[in-house]
């Protein structure tokens, strides 16, 4: 690793910075702690790459350094989802179905780490739209795939909280919310919670991935039973990731093979 040339910086968050470099003729991407506070995230990181990959699923890792606290993974471009709208423009593409897939590809995601290898995941560091779109990146084949897996606990009996401070915000989970606003706020006393606050949040993240054009308006009438499922209040009333992909995947299935068949009638 002592080796490595380093090129561009790619991007950079609380935990990690993200570089370019070249290996065996290959440009990857190196990453680097960013603030040596966020050490044991840093290596929690790594440790769920190496338990939850390799799959389609999450970013490859190509090889690390413990002693440098540094490791490589592969490089991808077309970098966070946040750039959805200009990738697709800029690739001239109108389909609306390339954009759902990148809605299937998210559901996919969490399905997998709600049934993992490594247990019932949770993807705590989405307390906002952005940040939560900051943590998957587009591949060159237009797929979506997980990058940060450095907050990821797992669910057991007890359930988990996110972070070790208050959270607010309009995008949160209602169950993620202080419930006595009378009292500040202590984290011994946070009600638990688990995996369907990732469900609460599905809505939101794939309207993103739909864009705004008057074909994803169109769309987004027939996600309406599975996504006014997924906001339900109260958590045990939301879907299962499996029962939201299973929705999802009919959907891909009829609208746009309806669409064909009425193109070929057409022609
Ligand atoms: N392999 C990669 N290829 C392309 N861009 C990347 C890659 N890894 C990270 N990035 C960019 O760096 C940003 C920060 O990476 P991330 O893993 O989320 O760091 P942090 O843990 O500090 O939040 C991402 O949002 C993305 O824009
Ligand atoms: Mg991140």
Redesign the pocket.
Known sequence: MTHLEIGDL???????Q?YQTTWHNTTV?VVYV?NRDYINDFLH?LEMLKALGPNKYI?QLIGFCLKDKVYL????PL??SVHVDEIFIKNNIYDIKKRFNLCVDYVRILEFLHNSPGGKRVMCDSNSLNKTL??Y?ITSSLSLIL??V?ALPEVGHEGIICGHRELQGSFIAPEQKWPYPTHSYQEDRMPPYDEKVDIWKIPPVCNYFLGKSEAAKVFRYHLHPIHRKCREKYAVHRPSAREVLNFYEKLLQEYFVDKFTLTREEL
């Open positions: 790619i991007g950079y968050g609380a935990v990690k993200v991407a960013n990181g970013v993974i592969e490089y991808h970098g966070n900051e943590q990146l990058n940060d450095d």
